[in-house]
Structures are given as C-alpha cells and as structure tokens.
C-alpha cells in the first residue's frame, strides 16, 4: 500500500546531541511537511517542501533543519535538541495542484525524548 | 489570517447515540475545511473535506460533516457512534485566497470518547 513511513517511531536522544529523523513516501507526492506536535495538541508546522522549493515557518527555530534529497526523501534535523524539542513529530504530504484542495496523509509520527 | 476553533476539549457520547464535534473557522476569502482523526500515537489520518458543492460531505468510517456559510461551522457528525471511534478529532482550514495556500491551521482538538 502506498503509504508515509517514518523512522524511528521512537527516538531517545540527549541533551545537545543532533539527531536525525526521516521520512519516506510511496505516494509520489510533491508536497512534504514536517510537523512538531506536544500532548495532543494542535499539529505544528515547522516547514515544508514544495518539490525542491524549501518553506520555513516564520517562528520555526533555527535548531530545526530540513533536508529532501530527492521526491521520495525527506529528513528533519535537530541540531541541538533541548528539553523543549520533546514532542511527536509527524511527517505528512499532499498532492499540490489549482487551489491546493487536496487532503494531507500523515505518517505515524516519531516521538522524540530528550534526557 | 485563518483560523479555527474547537469549542469542546472533550465530547462524551453513549454508543448507538449520535455524536457531534464542533468546528467554526475564519477566513477572509472562501475556505477549505477538513477532518482529521488521530488515535493514540500515531499520525493524523483524513475522514473528509469541504471544497465546494453540495454543503453535506459523507467521508469515512460514516462520518459527515456540514459546511455552514453563514454560520462559519463545519460540524463533524454521525448517526451512530461506536466505542471505536474514541480518539482525538482535528478540524482544519486553508483559506483559498490566502499567500499560504499549502499552510493548514489545525482547531486545537476534541477528545471523543464513546461509552459502552
């Protein structure tokens, strides 16, 4: 099944130690989103990517980087995690098309700790 | 600027009764709305859209949902709830006419739990 895949679905990481998480898509979609979400709060943007066009949120940290290789690819980069960066992070993408109507698919989402 | 509200945190509702989720939203061109459900640990998964049309849009799992202009609404509903649809409901908006076309903005949630 076409799908958003995300790894790890559980990351452990210390204080300041970079970390890396990836997602991946079988949709072939253009669009990719990386969102940060805490105790089942509201989804938060943090960027997203309209093919290989890179779009920051205004209020996004600079701790946070994205990278997106190619169509399928794309990898959300903490440069220096603090205690605050602990959350869910979901990965989602859509088609994009006249008045972007189409739905976003999520994947599981990576739920990071930081010690 | 977009936005959206969910008025209630949490919605308790007897399974076999119908249930209600609530959403208003504000944009300042014509909206696109959607629902999103999202189970314990894991990601967002779409139940249905409004884009235009017909204002009652049927999605997944039997939910519906009405699109009310002039109230702002755009309810979640179904005629019978199940102890399994318990899980957190996200309603969203993306104003047509906005610069951020792609840019969702998610209500805050509504806890749903179906009593047995």
């Known amino acids: 099944d076409a799908m958003v895949i995300q790894n790890p679905r559980y990351q452990v990481t210390q204080f300041g130690k970079p970390v890396t998480l990836s997602c991946s898509q079988t949709?072939?979609?253009?669009?990719m989103y990386w969102y940060q979400q805490k105790s089942s709060q509201a989804p938060k943007l943090l960027f997203h990517?309209?093919?290989?066009?890179?779009?920051n949120e205004a209020d996004t940290p600079d701790n946070f980087q994205s990278r997106r290789p190619n169509t399928s690819f794309c990898f959300l980069d903490i440069r220096s995690p603090g205690l605050g960066d602990a959350a869910m992070y979901l990965c989602?993408?859509?088609?994009?098309?006249?008045?972007?109507?189409?739905?976003?698919?999520f994947g599981p989402g990576t739920r990071l700790t930081v010690t | 600027a977009q936005s959206v509200a969910q008025p209630e945190d949490q919605v308790n509702v007897a399974e076999g009764n119908p249930l209600t989720v609530k959403c208003t939203y504000s944009?300042?061109?014509?909206?696109?709305l959607f629902w999103y459900v999202q189970y314990p640990n894991r990601g967002l998964q779409f139940l249905l859209k409004?884009?235009?049309?017909?204002?009652l849009v049927k999605g997944s799992y039997g939910f519906e949902a009405e699109f009310n202009k002039s109230q702002t609404s755009f309810h979640l509903k179904k005629p019978s709830a199940l102890v399994s649809d318990s899980a957190l409901y996200f309603c969203?908006?993306?104003?047509?006419?906005?610069?951020?076309?792609?840019?969702?903005?998610f209500g805050s949630g509504t806890q749903l739990t179906v009593l047995p």
């Open positions: 989602a993408t859509s088609r994009s098309g006249t008045g972007d109507a189409y739905e976003q698919y």
């Open positions: 990517y309209y093919d290989k066009d890179f779009n």
């Open positions: 409004y884009i235009t049309g017909d204002n």
């Open positions: 969203a908006v993306r104003d047509i006419s906005s610069g951020s076309a792609r840019q969702l903005t």
């Open positions: 944009v300042s061109g014509n909206p696109y």
């Open positions: 949709l072939n979609h253009n669009v």
